[in-house]
């Protein structure tokens, strides 16, 4: 089956510091990738996504390469900041060749990061 | 705004009693979905549905069913509460076939005593 595994946390930075979450997956057919995130008493908000091996998701200044050889889609982003405080979730949605996708997602445990002033 | 209102957002009930938890979306999407959330676990996949009156088992399904009678609601039943079923609850739809992203709802926090 599918799976999906992320570094244990809590990470606890300073701000400006270099932040890289690791996540790697199993899967049995052509996976989409994405990162969630999840601030405090919220729902989870879609941050970024790659569909298919080499592509790489940004948005806020995060980024992910989907790395095929390697089954990883880390999250990395040069200068996190205190409002980027939140819960950190990797998720796969599987598609086999010539089956029915539902969009079936399935996550990793979550890494809560906590960024100080 | 995806256009998901989960109702209730919070709810305490008694051990073996039934507790229905709503999902309503605005938008027609034809994918909707339950999960939960407990911590170490990341969330998992419940029921999901593909179309009104289409729906099927996830992968922690035990101790819960779905209905889905219109395109707009989904909703998820306790049929018997227990307190292994104290947890968050996120309904998601995804908009489109394939393998788009979902977009989930604020959540409903459920606590069985």
């Known amino acids: 089956g599918n799976s999906v595994t992320q570094m244990e946390g809590p990470v606890t930075l300073s701000e400006e510091a270099f932040l890289t979450i690791n996540c790697t997956y199993t899967a049995t057919g052509y996976p989409s990738l994405f990162w969630y995130v999840q601030y405090p008493g919220e729902g989870l908000q879609l941050l970024l996504k790659a569909t298919k091996a080499d592509d790489k998701g940004s948005n806020k200044g995060f980024e992910a390469t989907y790395r095929k050889e390697t089954t990883s889609f880390h999250l990395e982003k040069g200068s996190v900041q205190v409002s980027d405080s939140a819960v950190y979730f990797c998720?796969?949605?599987?598609?086999?060749?010539?089956?029915?996708?539902?969009?079936?997602?399935?996550f990793g445990q979550g890494t809560i990061l906590t960024v100080h002033p | 705004d995806a256009g998901i209102t989960q109702s209730p957002r919070h709810k305490v009930t008694e051990t073996g009693t039934p507790v229905t938890l709503r999902c309503h979306q605005t938008?027609?999407?034809?994918?909707m979905y339950w999960y939960r959330q407990d911590p170490g676990h990341g969330l998992r996949l419940i029921h999901y549905s593909y179309g009104v009156k289409d729906t099927d088992k996830g992968e922690v399904s035990d101790g819960y069913s779905v209905s889905r009678s219109k395109t707009e609601d989904f909703l998820l039943t306790l049929e018997s509460a227990t307190s292994s079923q104290t947890s968050v609850y996120f309904c998601a739809i995804k908009p489109g076939e394939g393998n788009t992203e979902a977009f989930f709802g604020q959540g409903t926090r459920l606590t069985v005593v």
């Open positions: 938008e027609n999407h034809r994918y």
């Open positions: 998720a796969l949605s599987d598609h086999i060749a010539g089956g029915t996708s539902y969009g079936k997602l399935t």
